[in-house]
C-alpha cells in the first residue's frame, strides 16, 4: 500500500506490506537510480552515514524494489530544535556538494527528506538523487532556502516559533515573507542578500513574465561548490539567542541534591523491573531523568514543549554520542498534527507515538502544567497517557509544590475553581484507565511518583 506521505515524485514511492516500509522505484528513474549504484554513490553515502541504507530486494522492467533500513520513529522540521535544524540544513548542503564532486546532484532540498536516525541528521530520499548536468545550476537551490535558510534565519532573529514554519506552510516559506522580516542590515550579508534577497527578486521577476523566464543560466560546478561551501559555512556560524527558566528548571528550582538524586533512583529502579525497552519522556526538559535509563533500555524518546531544553538534550547526546536517543520539540496541549494531503502526508505525533509502541511512558513534573495550566481533567489526560504504553510513571505535584503554588496564585479570583486539584481525585481518575502498581513520596519534596500498568 502506497504510503499517503509519498505521491509527489513520479520517479517512485515507498509503500507497506506486512508492517515493513519498502521504496519502489518506477522505470523513468531506472537509468538515474543504475547510474547511481554503478558510481558506487550509494554505498558512499552509507559509509558516510549521510544515507538511510537499504539492499535491493527485487527487479524487472515494471519495478525494482529497495528495502531500507526501519525506521521506527520519524521526526519532521517543525519538531526540531534550532542545532538540529542547523544540522539538517548542513548535512544537506554537505551532501549535495559531495554528490557535486561526484557528477550528481539533489533534484530537490525539502526538509523533509532529512530525519534523525540513532540521533543523528540522516538523509532519506534515496530517488533525490540523479546525475549532474553540465553548468546546470542546482534545481533545488530555491527550495532549500524555503525549507531551511529562510526559517533559520527569521528564528535566529525572532525565535525559535519560525522553526515550526513548516507545519502551516508544507511547501516552505516564500522568501519575499522572509525578506520583509528581516532587519535592513542584513542585506549588507552577501550570503543573506544572494540567497534571500537576490533569489526572492529573481523569482518575483519571473513571476511577472507570461509563461515564466526562458532564459538559460549557466553556472560552473567550481562555483557552485564556492557558494554552497560559504552557505554552509554561515549556517555553522548561526546561533539561537533564546532562553527560558525551563531550559535551566532542573539546575535551579524545585529539588535539593537529595532529592534529585533520590527520583532519580526511584526510577532506575522501577524501570528495571519493568524490564522497559523503548521509552519515553513526555514534558523530558532536556533529559536528565530519561537518561538514566539509558543503560537499561534500546530507545529512548525526550520530548518536550522547551526549544532551548530540548537543545540542551541534542547537544548533550552529540557529546557523548548516545545513539538510543532521539530529542524533539512538541506541546502535548497542542501537539504535532496530521498535514498535507488528506491530512495523512505528514502523522501526527500521537500516532507516531503509538506507531512506536514504548513500553514506558514518563510524566515527569507534567501533571500540574497540563491540569492546572492547561485546564485539562485528570480522566482525559489519564486516558490520553492510557493509549500511549503498557506503564505509566507519572510524577504528583501536591498543592504545597512551589511550582504548583505559583501556577495557582497566577488564577488569581479563579483559584477555588481548582479545589479538586489533590492526589486524592488524581489517583481515582488515573485508576478508572490504569492499576495502580505502586507510589511513593518524593524525599524532601511535596512530590508523589506513581507507577502504572494500563488496564
Request: net charge neutral.
Amino acid at each position: 500500500m502506497r504510503h499517503p506521505s509519498s505521491y509527489r515524485d513520479p520517479s517512485g514511492f515507498i509503500f507497506k506490506e506486512n508492517i515493513k516500509v519498502y521504496r519502489q522505484i518506477n522505470p523513468v528513474f531506472f537509468d538515474e537510480y543504475k547510474a547511481a549504484v554503478s558510481a558506487g554513490i550509494y554505498n558512499s553515502l552509507f559509509d558516510k552515514k549521510w544515507l538511510v541504507r537499504h539492499k535491493e530486494i527485487s527487479s524487472d522492467s515494471s519495478r525494482i524494489v529497495l528495502e531500507p533500513v526501519q525506521l521506527d520513529f520519524i521526526t519532521y522540521p517543525y519538531e526540531w530544535s534550532f542545532t538540529q535544524y542547523k544540522h539538517a540544513a548542513q548535512l544537506t548542503l554537505r551532501l549535495q556538494i559531495w554528490l557535486l564532486e561526484n557528477n550528481f546532484s539533489l533534484k530537490d532540498a525539502t526538509a523533509f527528506n532529512v530525519t534523525f536516525q540513532k540521533g543523528k541528521a540522516i538523509f532519506i530520499d534515496t530517488l533525490s538523487i540523479e546525475q549532474y548536468k553540465i553548468n546546470t545550476p542546482w534545481r533545488g537551490l530555491k527550495q532549500f532556502n524555503e525549507h531551511f535558510f529562510g526559517p533559520l534565519l527569521l528564528a535566529q532573529y525572532h525565535g525559535s516559533l519560525h522553526l515550526k514554519t513548516l507545519q502551516h506552510s508544507i511547501n516552505g516559506i516564500d522568501l519575499n515573507v522572509v525578506k520583509r522580516q528581516l532587519p535592513f542590515i542584513s542585506r549588507f550579508n552577501p550570503t543573506v542578500y544572494s540567497h534571500i534577497y537576490l533569489l526572492s527578486k529573481s523569482e518575483a521577476e519571473n513571476d511577472n513574465k507570461e509563461g515564466g523566464s526562458d532564459r538559460s543560466v549557466d553556472l560552473s560546478k567550481a562555483r557552485q561548490i564556492k557558494m554552497l561551501s560559504a552557505l554552509e559555512m554561515y549556517i555553522d556560524g548561526m546561533e539561537s539567542k533564546e532562553n527560558t527558566e525551563w531550559s535551566k528548571y532542573y539546575s535551579e528550582t524545585n529539588y535539593n541534591r537529595k532529592s534529585f538524586e533520590f527520583k532519580k533512583d526511584l526510577i532506575v529502579k522501577w524501570n528495571k523491573e519493568l524490564n522497559s525497552k523503548k521509552v519515553i519522556d513526555l514534558g523530558g526538559n532536556d533529559g536528565t531523568f530519561g537518561k538514566e535509563l539509558l543503560p537499561q533500555i534500546d530507545q529512548l524518546i525526550v520530548c518536550d514543549i522547551d526549544q532551548p531544553a530540548i537543545d540542551q538534550c541534542y547537544l548533550e547526546h552529540i557529546k557523548n554520542d548516545s545513539s538510543k536517543l532521539t530529542c524533539l520539540v512538541n506541546d502535548l496541549l497542542q501537539p504535532s498534527p496530521g498535514i498535507g494531503f488528506n491530512n495523512q502526508e505528514r502523522a501526527s505525533f500521537n500516532s507516531r507515538v503509538i506507531d512506536f509502541a514504548p513500553d514506558l511512558s514518563m510524566a515527569l513534573a507534567l501533571i500540574h502544567h497540563i491540569t492546572l495550566s492547561g485546564n485539562v481533567p485528570f480522566e482525559m489526560s489519564a486516558q490520553y497517557f492510557s493509549q500511549l504504553s503498557k506503564y505509566l510513571i507519572i510524577e504528583f505535584p501536591d498543592r504545597e509544590d512551589s511550582w504548583v503554588e505559583f501556577i495557582l496564585n497566577s488564577k488569581r479570583e479563579a483559584r477555588h475553581l481548582f479545589d479538586d486539584y489533590t492526589i486524592s481525585a488524581f489517583a481515582k481518575a488515573y485508576q478508572k484507565y490504569f492499576n495502580l502498581i505502586k507510589s511513593e513520596k518524593i524525599r524532601g519534596t511535596a512530590r508523589t511518583l506513581f507507577l502504572f500498568q494500563r488496564l
